[in-house]
């Protein structure tokens, strides 16, 4: 997730853009850069070095020349382009006296980009952003505004952005916009400014706007005026702000987790971005294994660790469904000590958030060892993981700083059910109707997990309910399973209490020995396939003495009869339900650990990432 921060008016640019870029640090980052505009004229740094890359920034900016008055600034987290410092932002035109930075996904870029070549543009980056400033050219040199050169750009995008642009030729103006993209302004006397976050501009500006989806800003010293897509003026929606930094990062929240918890629907939807052609093939830019080494493949081995595991174990369900290969899904820390097999064909994922993961690192160099190809999955551009293995495909979740893992787990399985659907077509497993409907619905989980987000307060209110209970069981079927497996671990790590998830059939062959009164069933019963076979289930522990949480669906008249506590969510298709079935599930272990006062983003004894065996 990329940051951004913008300001006109200023006597003190350069400062506040610099201040502005190290605040938002915590959003990640693998490059920086600032442009500062004044009359005719454009100066621009960036750098490209890693973690270090605002303050090589800094260092880079004792070169800069007084006196300019407006500026745009970026932290990059790439996604098209490696993290060189050709693709830092800011991107100038072809004139170089308009300067844009973005945080998003411009989706169509390389239609967009083809055009702009044929008609004599001159692109000097390998990014999806680098067409907004060839468009806003073509648009200036039509003779429009700078507000209105953006908007007929923004007319010819799909994807996300939030978006700011300058033009030395229409000085101390900065026109922002946005589109998934998170963007506020901010003002103070003389001086206006733009970011993606509040901390950025905390300290310097005393009001705060919202801008919200399809508007358009144009910020001048004196304030500034907001129109919609089609040019009609908007009003943008007062923050109210009395946050101290450290909430601030936060995003207004108590703690990271809440508000990873929360973008959940956007990592998902920026996950998706980009995936499809027009002519409905699934595609990973960032793969570089061919279409005829996936039409291949004749068995996945799935490596990875916790919630990463999870996803692999859903994985598992989903390729094997779709795609008909076998897949088989290993602990990465066990993979490499079990001698294993890699025949002709053989396909290695290895997923990690971090990417820095020791136990999946080493698993895929036994693998790469033994002479399979190995694909990553992970969110965390030129990681380790990444760099080691053949292909990679990344999660666009931005970065996730809470100890327990949340909107990553989304990500990573929206990821897999695509590269699943990618592999269907190559091998021509499921009708190109299906894929497209499958691919709908993916799109559509966003919102679903939206939904859950609003029921916060109910799950809040079986927890409550439920804090003096010390044993968990999580039980689901298919891919209610894994969902089960990650619930039980969030409650682990967060609240320290014991919980075990377990596959429902599985329990009456030992572990229905423990149930008695007292003991918590947490059961997933979502899938309208299973219904039947996980209500005798919950009947067999309700006849025990357990006390029942069901994760439900809204049309389940049933559930109420055996289940002491029905936590809501809308029906999605199977395959899509652990990504919506286990935001409940966060939100119970969360509001466990809150209210037995355990340290929400930090548990004990665990790391964020795992680097020794
Ligand atoms: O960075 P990775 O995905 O490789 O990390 C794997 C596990 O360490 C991680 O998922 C861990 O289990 C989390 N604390 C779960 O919330």
């Given at each position: 997730m990329c940051g951004i921060i913008g300001v006109v008016g200023s006597s003190d640019t350069l400062e506040t853009l610099l201040e502005g870029l190290a605040r938002l640090e915590y959003r990640g980052y693998d490059s920086a850069g600032v442009a500062l505009v004044r009359p005719g004229e454009t100066w621009r740094a960036r750098t490209a070095e890693g973690t270090e890359s605002v303050k090589a920034l800094r260092e880079e900016c004792d070169?800069?020349?007084?006196?300019?008055?407006?500026?745009?600034?970026?932290?990059?987290?790439?996604?098209?382009?490696?993290?060189?410092?050709?693709?830092?932002?800011?991107?100038?035109d072809c004139s170089g006296n308009i300067a844009i930075i973005h945080n998003g996904i411009i989706e169509n870029h390389a239609d967009l980009q083809e055009q702009l070549e044929a008609r004599g543009h001159v692109f000097s980056s390998v990014t999806d952003s680098e067409v907004l400033a060839h468009l806003i050219e073509e648009s200036r040199a039509n003779g429009f505004e700078l507000i209105e050169a953006v908007r007929r750009s923004l007319l010819v995008v799909r994807g996300a952005f939030a978006v700011a642009a300058m033009d030395a030729t229409e000085p101390d103006v900065i026109v922002a916009a946005r589109r998934i993209s998170p963007l506020i302004v901010g003002t103070a006397p003389?001086?206006?400014?733009?970011?993606?976050?509040?901390?950025?501009?905390?300290?310097?500006?005393?009001?705060?706007?919202?801008?919200?989806?399809?508007?358009?800003?144009?910020?001048?010293?004196?304030?500034?005026?907001?129109?919609?897509l089609e040019g009609v003026p908007v009003h943008l929606h007062p923050l109210a702000v009395d946050w101290d930094l450290e909430t601030?990062?936060?995003g207004g929240h108590d703690d990271f987790m809440t508000k990873e918890i929360n973008e959940q629907p956007d990592a998902i939807r920026t996950t998706l971005l980009d995936r499809r052609r027009r002519d409905g093939t699934i595609t990973f830019d960032e793969l570089r294994v061919s279409d005829e080494e996936l039409r291949d493949v004749r068995r996945v081995v799935i490596v990875a660790a916790g919630t990463s595991h999870h996803a692999g174990l859903v994985a598992?369900?989903?390729?094997?469904?779709?795609?008909?290969?076998?897949?088989?899904?290993?602990?990465?820390?066990?993979?490499?000590?079990?001698?294993p097999i890699v025949e002709i064909g053989t396909l290695v994922i290895g997923i990690s958030q971090s990417g820095e993961t020791i136990d999946t690192i080493q698993a895929i160099r036994e693998a790469k060892r033994r002479g399979?190809?190995?694909?990553?999955?992970?969110?965390?551009?030129?990681?380790?993981?990444?760099?080691?293995?053949?292909?990679?495909?990344?999660?666009?979740?931005?970065?996730?700083?809470?100890?327990?893992?949340?909107?990553?787990?989304?990500?990573?399985?929206?990821?897999?059910?695509?590269?699943a659907l990618r592999l269907a077509q190559l091998r021509d497993t499921v009708p190109a109707s299906d894929v497209d409907a499958h691919f709908l619905g993916l799109n559509a989980v966003a919102e679903q997990v939206a939904?859950?987000?609003?029921?916060?307060?109910?799950?809040?209110?079986?927890?409550?309910?439920?804090?003096?209970?010390?044993?968990?069981?999580?039980?689901?079927?298919?891919?209610?399973f894994p969902t089960a497996l990650e619930g039980a671990l969030k409650l682990k790590e967060l609240s320290y209490l014991h919980a075990e998830g377990y596959p429902a059939g599985e329990l009456k062959h030992g572990p229905l020995a423990l149930i008695e009164p007292g003991v918590v069933v947490v059961a997933v019963v979502t899938d309208p396939a299973m219904h039947e076979k996980m209500l005798s289930n919950l009947a067999e522990v309700k006849a025990r003495g357990a006390t029942v949480v069901a994760?439900?669906?809204?049309?389940?008249?049933?559930?109420?009869?055996?289940?002491?506590?029905?936590?809501?969510?809308?029906?999605?298709?199977?395959?899509?339900?652990?990504?919506?079935?286990?935001?409940?599930?966060?939100?119970?272990?969360?509001?466990m650990a809150r209210g037995l006062g355990r340290n929400i983003d930090r548990p004990r004894n665990l790391a964020k990432t795992v680097t020794v065996e």
């Open positions: 070169l800069a020349p007084l006196g300019f008055s407006s500026g745009i600034g970026h932290t990059r987290w790439a996604t098209h382009g490696g993290p060189e410092t050709m693709n830092a932002h800011p991107h100038l003389g001086v206006t400014y733009l970011a993606s976050d509040i901390p950025a501009i905390l300290d310097r500006a005393t009001a705060f706007y919202a801008v919200s989806d399809d508007e358009i800003v144009r910020l001048a010293p004196e304030g500034f005026r907001a129109i919609d601030a990062e936060k598992k369900y989903a390729i094997e469904r779709w795609a008909r290969v076998s897949v088989e899904v290993d602990i990465a820390s066990e993979y490499r000590y079990r001698d399979a190809r190995v694909i990553a999955v992970t969110n965390i551009v030129d990681s380790s993981l990444a760099r080691e293995s053949d292909a990679v495909i990344y999660t666009r979740a931005g970065l996730e700083v809470s100890v327990a893992s949340t909107k990553v787990f989304l990500a990573q399985v929206a990821a897999l059910e695509l590269l939904t859950v987000l609003t029921r916060r307060s109910s799950v809040e209110d079986v927890a409550k309910q439920l804090l003096g209970a010390r044993d968990f069981f999580f039980l689901g079927r298919h891919v209610g994760v439900a669906t809204d049309d389940d008249e049933s559930i109420a009869a055996i289940a002491d506590y029905v936590l809501r969510v809308p029906a999605t298709e199977p395959m899509f339900s652990p990504m919506v079935d286990v935001v409940p599930l966060q939100l119970f272990a969360y509001a």
